[in-house]
């Protein structure tokens, strides 16, 4: 009975997805993914970017995090990552936005720089999905109030609150780092978690500084789920209704990177263990 009455919600939910691209309409949504280290959120970004993009719909996927690898997931070939440089390793982009001098510190700079454009100048394209990698600023453990943190901050903002296709952002743990006013732009904050205390404390985390920023639609999903206790240990440990749904440990999924296939390329049961997480979603979004 469950399946059928799923199987009922996906059919008249992709009916009206086409009716959506027949009438030129286009969904805008502000997606911000999040989870601690290797629990597999970057794979999850990857494959629900590719999703959008297969249905026909303006995808900007973002690669916020640290240790970018977001172009390998999505399967991008080696040649065009090879000519991926961050934004924040722009130097003479950083410059001129900012009215900086490279290299220098101490001096003034401007705290509102122009970054409408840069998305269409500087992202790359591949399966459809076009990509922005961010990069990060050194700075040593002490903060940095610095022309290229200034940039990448306003650039951000500029994704959440003005941008109008489907941005999907691939970040580091929590959110802290956003501040307010672009968080509040986020349509939903998705943690992905695995069977274990400590993702599930970066989940609590999130939805408690989600809460701070007034935030509610934080969401979890559930990576490398082996067994019906994985699934129950998850319930059991977050707030009931936030779980979008399981993706089950497949080998394939996890040792696609050896082979630098995309993960959404080699295995279709994640594949469509995905699409029933997007659909759940967007039920619960709009």
Known sequence: ?????????AN????????????????KMKMAITGKGGVGKTTFTAIISRIYAEEGYKVLAVDADPDPNLAL????????????????????LV??????????????????????????????EY??????????VDTGGTGCICPEN?????????????????VIMDMEAGIEHLGRGTAQ????????VEPGIRSIQTYKHVKRLAGDLGIGKVFVVANKIKNADDEKYILENIDEGACLGFIHYKDTVG???RVNQSPYDSNKETVEEVKNIKQKLEMGVF
Do not use: W
């Open 1 to 9: 009975m469950r399946q059928d009455a799923d199987k009922r919600i």
């Open 12 to 27: 008249n939910i992709d009916e009206a997805t086409i009716v959506a691209k027949k009438e030129g309409l286009h969904m």
């Open 73 to 92: 997931a999505l399967g991008f070939p080696e040649k065009l990552i090879d000519e991926i440089v961050p934004i924040s390793e722009m130097k003479k």
């Open 95 to 124: 410059a001129e936005r900012t009215s900086s001098t490279p290299g220098s510190f101490g001096k003034m700079f401007k705290i509102n720089p122009k970054v409408d454009d840069i998305p269409e100048r500087y992202c790359k």
């Open 127 to 136: 399966n459809g999905v076009r990509l922005l990698t961010m990069g990060t």
């Open 150 to 166: 200034v940039l990448l901050k306003k650039l951000t903002s500029h994704l959440m609150l003005q941008n109008k296709d489907i």
């Open 185 to 192: 732009g986020v349509d939903v904050f998705i943690v992905v």
């Open 255 to 257: 040792s696609s990177d």
